[in-house]
């Protein structure tokens, strides 16, 4: 019994840490992630947060997949709930936020740090894989290769749409690019562009 409440007790302050790192990450940048502002966002001692995390490298991939987690989960629930036409909406509205674009800094930074790159590559794969088949129903058949084309470039085409949110924010037009994307690849969505 005791074991079980310590184990709960430490998941608990793990994912405290986590969403602090967020919220540091979020406010400062990759950059300015620490462990003291984790620390101090958090509320716990240092003990608990090198128990838990013995790296910011470390700390900065659980975080970054702590909230893929639960965009992925967002994302599921709009594919069950809703159409084609949804998920892009909801594709769009998860690439816009501070979260999303916080963890893109993280894909910068792998540019020049081969550790972080192989880090955050496996979770990288894994959105991939989660977002292949809600895509299939986008553009119904496609051969492996043009469907691998228009996930790939509306995946990074989001991306590059969030990175030039920070300096200009133009929903509207960015709705307009993506249901321009989907129409040239015959997509059945619509973004609600219009």
């Known amino acids: ?10 998941l608990r302050t793990r994912e405290q840490i986590l969403a602090a790192a967020v919220e540091v990450m979020v406010g400062h940048g990759y950059a300015g992630l620490t462990m003291q502002r984790v620390q101090t966002a958090a509320g716990v ?57 916080a963890g893109l800094e993280l894909w910068v930074a792998a540019r020049t740090d081969p550790e972080l790159r192989a880090a955050l590559r496996p979770g990288a794969r894994q959105l991939g894989r989660q977002l292949r088949e809600p895509l299939l129903l986008l553009v119904g058949d496609l051969d492996d290769e043009r469907l691998e084309v228009f996930a790939d470039g509306l ?8 990175v030039g949110g920070v300096l200009r924010d133009r929903p509207a037009l960015e709705k307009a690019v993506l249901a321009a994307w989907l129409g040239a690849f015959g997509a059945q969505a619509t973004t609600g562009a219009g």
Do not use: K
């Not at 893929?68 to 949804?86: L, N, T, W």
């Not at 995946?155 to 969030?162: K, Q, W």
């Open 1 to 10: 019994m005791e074991a079980a409440r310590r184990q709960s007790r430490a």
């Open 45 to 101: 001692t240092r003990g608990a947060l090198t128990h838990h995390f013995s790296s910011m490298r470390e700390l900065a991939v659980a975080a970054v997949d702590y909230v893929a987690a639960a965009q992925a989960g967002e994302i599921e629930a709009a594919v069950a709930d809703a159409g084609p036409a949804e998920l892009i909406e909801v594709l769009h509205e998860v690439t816009r936020r501070p979260t999303y674009v």
């Open 155 to 162: 995946l990074s085409l989001l991306r590059g749409l969030a």
